[in-house]
Structure formats: C-alpha cells, structure tokens
C-alpha cells in the first residue's frame, strides 16, 4: 500500500533537516572582564620574570630573577584568583542553539534587507558598510540580521527560548559575541565558505569605527 501524502511530506521534511549550529556563551561580563585583566598581568608578570635583570647602563648582567622574587608569588596568587573565577563562570555559561530557516525564507528577507552602500569608488563600484561587508559578507545589512537573530534561535542548553529570555541573553552577552552570532547565522544560510563578491565592496576606502550591532 503507498504512503498518503501526508506521510511523505513527514519523510521529505525529515530528509531535509535545516542545519544547526552552536555557540558558547557567558552571560557574566563582569567576571570575563576580571579574568582578561588577571590574564593579562600575568602575562606580563610572567614576561619580567623571563627577562633577564637591566642595569642602569642598560645592559644585562646575565642572571635570571631570582627565585624569590615577588612577582612569582604574584603568579601564583592570580592561577588561584583565576579558578575561582573560572568556576563562577562556569555557572553562567551555556550553549546557544541556532537553526538555518528556509532557504527561500531566506531569500526573500535577504531581498528585505539589502547590504548598506555607504558610497561608490572611483569605478562606480559600491562601497559597503563596514559591518555589513565584514559581519555579513556583504550579502545582507548586519544591523538588521542582528536585530532580527531571534528567529534563529531554537534553545539554550537545550531548553526552549522565549523572547524574554533572549532579551535577557542580548543584554548580558559580550558585543562581540553577538556579532559572532551574526556571522554564524550567514554560514546556516550561506554555508562555511560564504564570502560577499570583490565587486560589490571596497571597505578599504572606508574610514571611521562601525557601530555595533
């Protein structure tokens, strides 16, 4: 006995599974922000304490630190800050869930929300916005897929997102991760090697710092 129409419509939207993809997010930024400073002057710490020790005349005398210099009890103090920072992390972190939509869905919000011309180069070629051509390859306008990544958005550790809870995770998310978002949300619908064409940019002819999405 053949399948009914509607079984095989199930099966075909089975084939066709619209592609996922996932992103680690913190949603403690004063925390990321304390361990970026920790980070930093340890690195630097750790860069004195590697260097060999300068005179007045400016030259080396040949010897390494000493063992009991300060600054490696320093070190140590801040691999100690930095666990218990890690751990307090740890309890705000989650996995963001994104899906791809249809790709003729797709097509007609692309149609929607053409890339931004900021301007035309000597050949008359476009000069996008900077972010729309960096964030979004130039197939889109950035800000407005930025505004727009809700519809994208299955779960967070795997449990169902409602609008306030994305809110919540746009207010509490580092920029740069939102931005990240943007562009992961091109690969979905454009694939992994998504790249706008040469003649529809020139962003080295533009100057100034872009707004974040």
């Known amino acids: 006995m053949s399948k009914s129409l509607g079984e095989l419509r199930a099966a ?3 084939a066709k599974r619209l592609p996922t993809r996932t992103k680690t997010l913190c949603l403690a930024q004063e925390l990321v922000g304390q361990v970026q400073e920790l980070t930093s002057e340890k690195a630097d710490l750790l860069m004195q304490i590697g260097s060999r020790v300068q ?5 080396t005398d040949g010897k390494p630190t000493r063992v009991g210099d300060p600054r490696r009890a320093r070190v140590a103090e801040i691999d100690t800050e930095l666990e ?8 705000h972190e989650g ?4 899906q791809a939509i249809p790709a003729g869905e797709w097509r007609l919000w692309v149609d929607a929300n053409p890339p931004r011309e900021t301007d035309r180069d000597e050949n008359g ?3 996008l916005h900077p972010l729309d051509e960096r964030l979004a390859y130039g197939f889109c306008n950035a800000q407005a897929l930025a505004d ?3 519809r994208y ?3 967070w550790n795997d449990e169902p997102v409602t609008e306030e809870d994305w809110q919540y995770l746009l207010n509490n998310a580092a920029p740069g991760d939102v931005k990240d978002i943007v562009t992961l949300v091109l690969s979905l619908q454009e694939g992994e090697g998504a790249r706008a064409p ?8 533009t100057t100034g710092t872009p707004a974040t999405p």
């Open 12 to 14: 075909a939207g089975a």
């Open 55 to 59: 005179g007045d005349d400016g030259e």
């Open 84 to 91: 218990a920072l890690y751990a307090q992390m740890r309890e």
């Open 95 to 98: 996995t963001l869930r994104l």
């Open 125 to 127: 070629r476009p000069i």
């Open 148 to 150: 727009d990544l809700f």
């Open 153 to 155: 958005v299955v779960s």
């Open 198 to 205: 040469k003649a529809s940019s020139n962003s080295s002819s």
